[in-house]
């Protein structure tokens, strides 16, 4: 037996690097594959669309408030002095696509690429006004009917209202969403609002309505580099050409191997129901979006034919060749421990996060004052920052040098919850000491809350020594 | 050396939809990633309040869009040459380069 063998197809096999797109007419399926994948809909969309209208204690539970630059997250208020959490985050979601991808190969763009999600929601809705795949390629292909008009004018319509939907709950994340909705039932939106609402509207219809399985195939950069994370223990849907072939059209009943025919009865299924309109009989495919409906195809007809299920499967290369699968190897170990790195240093420095920062700034016009006949006096302007999510007043002290007194404030600095206070700062101390520069600290600590304390480095200047 | 006129079926064409979803999508990409790495350490105030009259009566909105639009059309600049760049490329022989198929 000749070991099967996966094989990359270029896009065209003509070698052009781009041919016409044909229009493809997904067929509907149903299956594990299709099931898993609309649970995956319903519940990423339901997040979507949901989120922005729950609130917690008060506020919009989940807002990116780009007006005010801060970002609400339930109990948790982020400033652009946080930026570290972003950075830690994004770095956590490449890890994770990288892990996931080396383990089970295409999970994202199968069940939770926004471009998938939509393009079945948008499918979905297209199954509805114009019926299954015969039924939409013989609408297409007929003429102008006042049925066709009809049902071609509906999807329209309900495709424009998804996408006009959906460019409103995008700015929703941004924009407080029930201001948002007042907003546009008053006719009053703002026009960079408006802006955003037709561009992620229209970028929701075109991707999901017209571009659909291009993007992937054109437009998408992971699907050209996601074969880097691949090994032969990666999780791959693939047809099993050693049990399939040679193919073949059969009467039910006959015995395939006295017919000297191989599992697959060519009933092309696997490729009416592919997304993208692969043959995944061809081999490992890079547009393929591992969705696994052809999967789903094919197990209904192997059960027809009562043939064992699984002609085409998930499986992996070395299995294919009759290998062990291991789950636990070097790259999948290396992803995992960075990810739980990058995992455990953004939980540390969120649960370690102080609510509070302490701005210290020289004063430029004077270096030093001299006051009261024998003492010297540094003024410095104080930004105190509460991040915390209710008011607090602070307590202000100096060290780091003999004589060090603090004249002003001496009275609590009291900072409403997520706000700035600006105040000056005047420190002294006796001429005979402060000659030269001295390397003292600023502390801020919360009266209610001694764990609120933070240290600011600064320095005392005197008179030349 | 004469220069010899371009074969007929490689004769200068007219900019296909490829070219332009070349242009338009990595540029939108990189738009994408320049504004939120940018705005997250710039407060668009900060710069109405630096730069030109011009600017003066744009609400913070108005930064992140126009700066998001910016990025976009510097990034769909660099792609337009790039793609005018490698389709105006004399062409190889196949085979000729490294990496040829």
Same mark, same amino acid.
């Given at each position: 037996?000749?070991?099967?063998?996966?094989?990359?197809?270029?896009?065209?096999?003509?070698?052009?690097?781009?041919?016409?797109?044909?229009?493809?007419?997904?067929?509907?399926?149903?299956?594990?594959?299709?099931?898993?994948?609309?649970?995956?809909?319903?519940?990423?969309?339901?997040?979507?669309?949901?989120?922005?209208?729950?609130?917690?204690?008060?506020?919009?539970?989940?807002?990116?408030?780009?007006?005010?630059?801060?970002?609400?997250?339930?109990?948790?208020?982020?400033?652009?002095?946080?930026?570290?959490?972003?950075?830690?985050?994004?770095?956590?979601?490449?890890?994770?696509?990288?892990?996931?991808?080396?383990?089970?190969?295409?999970?994202?763009?199968?069940?939770?690429?926004?471009?998938?999600?939509?393009?079945?929601?948008?499918?979905?809705?297209?199954?509805?006004?114009?019926?299954?795949?015969?039924?939409?390629?013989?609408?297409?292909?007929?003429?102008?009917?006042?049925?066709?008009?009809?049902?071609?004018?509906?999807?329209?319509?309900?495709?424009?209202?998804?996408?006009?939907?959906?460019?409103?709950?995008?700015?929703?994340?941004?924009?407080?969403?029930?201001?948002?909705?007042?907003?546009?039932?008053?006719?009053?939106?703002?026009?960079?609002?408006?802006?955003?609402?037709?561009?992620?509207?229209?970028?929701?219809?075109?991707?999901?309505?017209?571009?659909?399985?291009?993007?992937?195939?054109?437009?998408?950069?992971?699907?050209?580099?996601?074969?880097?994370?691949?090994?032969?223990?990666?999780?791959?849907?693939?047809?099993?050409?050693?049990?399939?072939?040679?193919?073949?059209?059969?009467?039910?009943?006959?015995?395939?191997?006295?017919?000297?025919?191989?599992?697959?009865?060519?009933?092309?299924?696997?490729?009416?129901?592919?997304?993208?309109?692969?043959?995944?009989?061809?081999?490992?495919?890079?547009?393929?979006?591992?969705?696994?409906?052809?999967?789903?195809?094919?197990?209904?007809?192997?059960?027809?034919?009562?043939?064992?299920?699984?002609?085409?499967?998930?499986?992996?290369?070395?299995?294919?060749?009759?290998?062990?699968?291991?789950?636990?190897?070097?790259?999948?170990?290396?992803?995992?421990?960075?990810?739980?790195?990058?995992?455990?240093?953004?939980?540390?420095?969120?649960?370690?996060?102080?609510?509070?920062?302490?701005?210290?700034?020289?004063?430029?016009?004077?270096?030093?004052?001299?006051?009261?006949?024998?003492?010297?006096?540094?003024?410095?302007?104080?930004?105190?920052?509460?991040?915390?999510?209710?008011?607090?007043?602070?307590?202000?002290?100096?060290?780091?040098?003999?004589?060090?007194?603090?004249?002003?404030?001496?009275?609590?600095?009291?900072?409403?919850?997520?706000?700035?206070?600006?105040?000056?700062?005047?420190?002294?101390?006796?001429?005979?000491?402060?000659?030269?520069?001295?390397?003292?600290?600023?502390?801020?600590?919360?009266?209610?809350?001694?764990?609120?304390?933070?240290?600011?480095?600064?320095?005392?200047?005197?008179?030349?020594? | 050396?004469?220069?010899?006129?371009?074969?007929?079926?490689?004769?200068?064409?007219?900019?296909?939809?490829?070219?332009?979803? $070349?242009?338009? +999508?990595?540029?939108?990409?990189? #738009?994408?990633?320049? !504004?939120?790495?940018?705005?997250? /350490?710039?407060? %668009?105030?900060?710069?109405?309040?630096?730069?030109?009259?011009?600017?003066?009566?744009?609400?913070?909105?108005?930064?992140?869009?126009?700066?998001? $639009?910016?990025? +976009?059309?510097?990034?769909?600049? #660099?792609?337009?040459? !790039?793609?005018?760049?490698?389709? /105006?490329?004399? %062409?190889?022989?196949?085979?000729?380069?490294?990496?040829?198929?």
């Amino acid at each position: 037996m000749t070991p099967p063998r996966l094989r990359v197809v270029p896009v065209a096999e003509s070698g052009a690097f781009y041919a016409a797109a044909e229009k493809i007419y997904p067929r509907e399926i149903s299956g594990r594959f299709s099931r898993m994948r609309q649970g995956a809909v319903i519940a990423l969309l339901g997040l979507f669309y949901g989120m922005p209208w729950l609130d917690w204690q008060g506020h919009q539970a989940l807002l990116f408030d780009l007006p005010a630059r801060k970002f609400h997250i339930f109990s948790l208020t982020l400033w652009p002095q946080d930026f570290l959490y972003l950075a830690l985050l994004l770095i956590i979601a490449a890890l994770s696509l990288f892990f996931f991808t080396a383990l089970a190969g295409r999970l994202w763009c199968g069940y939770a690429c926004p471009q998938t999600v939509w393009t079945e929601l948008f499918v979905w809705i297209e199954q509805w006004t114009e019926g299954t795949r015969s039924r939409r390629m013989k609408l297409d292909r007929g003429p102008w009917t006042v049925e066709k008009v009809l049902r071609k004018s509906l999807k329209q319509l309900l495709w424009i209202a998804l996408a006009a939907w959906t460019g409103f709950t995008f700015v929703g994340y941004f924009t407080p969403i029930r201001t948002l909705g007042a907003a546009i039932t008053g006719l009053s939106l703002g026009p960079w609002s408006t802006f955003w609402v037709f561009l992620y509207g229209l970028a929701t219809y075109g991707n999901a309505g017209f571009l659909r399985e291009q993007v992937c195939k054109y437009m998408c950069p992971y699907a050209r580099f996601q074969s880097a994370m691949f090994d032969k223990d990666t999780l791959i849907i693939s047809y099993d050409e050693a049990r399939g072939e040679p193919r073949g059209p059969r009467r039910r009943g006959t015995d395939a191997r006295t017919a000297g025919l191989g599992d697959c009865i060519d009933c092309t299924l696997c490729v009416q129901v592919c997304p993208t309109g692969i043959d995944i009989r061809k081999g490992l495919q890079y547009e393929c979006i591992a969705c696994g409906e052809c999967i789903d195809a094919c197990d209904d007809v192997m059960d027809k034919m009562g043939s064992p299920r699984g002609l085409i499967r998930y499986t992996t290369e070395h299995a294919l060749h009759g290998k062990a699968t291991r789950v636990l190897r070097p790259r999948v170990l290396v992803y995992s421990a960075l990810l739980l790195l990058a995992g455990g240093v953004l939980l540390y420095s969120l649960f370690t996060r102080m609510p509070l920062i302490l701005d210290v700034i020289r004063d430029r016009n004077a270096l030093y004052r001299e006051v009261r006949g024998d003492r010297v006096e540094n003024i410095f302007a104080l930004k105190v920052i509460n991040l915390d999510d209710r008011p607090h007043s602070y307590l202000l002290s100096a060290e780091g040098m003999q004589g060090l007194e603090l004249i002003a404030p001496v009275a609590p600095i009291v900072v409403a919850a997520g706000s700035v206070s600006n105040i000056p700062a005047r420190l002294d101390a006796p001429t005979s000491r402060a000659a030269g520069v001295h390397r003292i600290a600023l502390s801020l600590t919360a009266v209610d809350a001694p764990g609120i304390h933070v240290h600011e480095k600064t320095r005392f200047i005197g008179p030349t020594p | 050396m004469a220069l010899s006129p371009p074969p007929p079926h490689e004769a200068p064409r007219r900019p296909s939809s490829l070219d332009i979803a $070349l242009v338009v +999508w990595p540029s939108f990409l990189a #738009a994408c990633v320049a !504004s939120l790495l940018f705005f997250a /350490t710039v407060d %668009p105030e900060l710069l109405r309040d630096a730069g030109p009259r011009l600017l003066a009566g744009l609400d913070r909105e108005a930064g992140y869009a126009l700066g998001f $639009l910016f990025f +976009w059309a510097i990034g769909a600049l #660099a792609s337009t040459l !790039s793609v005018y760049l490698i389709r /105006t490329d004399r %062409p190889q022989k196949r085979g000729a380069g490294r990496g040829a198929s």
